[in-house]
């Protein structure tokens, strides 16, 4: 499952096992690593694997973690993010040989403010992370903050990604910007992952049109993936509609196809069925 920060990624394929098998499989201590960018600055260094997902090497770790950071930029509840590290690096005691789970009242907290923002997205609460399978609240799990305790997430404004700020254009600058590009897109969404720090777009490939392209190949066109630079880093609510279409212009750089301009295409608009058939006739 991908869930989308202006948009998220989630991958639901991890397959949870029986948390009573995984409190007999040996336990090894790891140290948390830089890249597993979801349980950075957390109060604890060393994870425990497997986890409580059945991850059992770092890889499948950082594979399935990163496609969860988006949820906790989404700012839906405090305690996301030690919800998550709870389940993804859980802490490693060498003195303790069960793991310490989050408690039941932690995951209904986070499913309580989390749930309605992933479900607009078209992803309802996955099985995997099921509230049930957590204990009651007691000394040996990890409870919600109490709300007096409570820290707001970031007392920062999101950085709006560049591609996605919102401009000034009417539809005649829109189409002479082509020019300043070697492609241009409308896309509907099929997959959105998050791979070194930026966001990967897989358009649907019957839904997708060219209307222009200079110095990028057919070849690459079939096999597109599109690149938003930095996209972990920064918000696209520009995006925050899996369903919709999109016109996307961008160049190719270091052979990707790196998105400069992404904007929601408003279907029945005249002023998008005016710029197609503008974009159409444009020579450059």
């Given at each position: 499952l991908t869930l989308l920060p202006g948009s998220f990624t989630m991958a639901a394929h991890c397959s949870p096992r029986g948390l009573h098998d995984l409190f007999h499989k040996k336990n090894s201590c790891k140290k948390i690593p830089e890249n597993l960018l979801l349980c950075n600055d957390i109060e604890y260094s060393e994870m425990r694997l497997p986890n409580l997902l059945g991850h059992e090497t770092m890889n499948e770790v950082l594979q399935q973690a990163?496609?969860?950071?988006?949820?906790?930029?989404?700012?839906?509840?405090?305690?996301?993010?030690?919800?998550?590290?709870?389940?993804?690096?859980p802490v490693c005691l060498d003195d303790l040989d069960e793991p310490i789970q989050p408690c039941r009242s932690l995951c209904e907290s986070v499913r309580h403010g989390c749930g309605p923002v992933m479900l607009a997205f078209g992803y309802p609460w996955p099985d995997m992370l099921d509230c049930n399978r957590f204990p009651p609240d007691n000394d040996l799990c990890i409870p919600p903050a109490s709300v007096e305790n409570v820290v707001p997430v970031t007392k920062e404004v999101p950085r709006v990604c560049d591609a996605c700020k919102e401009t000034e254009e009417n539809g005649n600058e829109i189409v002479d910007s082509l020019c300043k590009n070697d492609f241009a897109l409308k896309i509907k969404f099929k997959e959105i992952s998050y791979i070194n720090g930026d966001t990967k777009i897989v358009p649907e490939t019957k839904s997708k049109t060219i209307y222009m392209m200079n110095g990028v190949t057919e070849r690459e066109l079939r096999k597109t993936e599109l690149w938003l630079k930095d996209g972990l880093r920064c918000v696209c609510d520009e995006m925050n509609d899996i369903n919709g279409s999109y016109l996307v212009m961008g160049q190719k750089m270091d052979g990707h196809l790196v998105i400069t301009s992404l904007k929601r295409w408003q279907r029945g608009q005249r002023e998008f069925k005016r710029i197609s058939r503008s974009i159409r006739k444009k020579q450059c």
């Open positions: 990163s496609s969860w950071t988006p949820l906790v930029q989404k700012q839906c509840h405090p305690d996301t993010k030690k919800f998550l590290c709870s389940l993804f690096a």
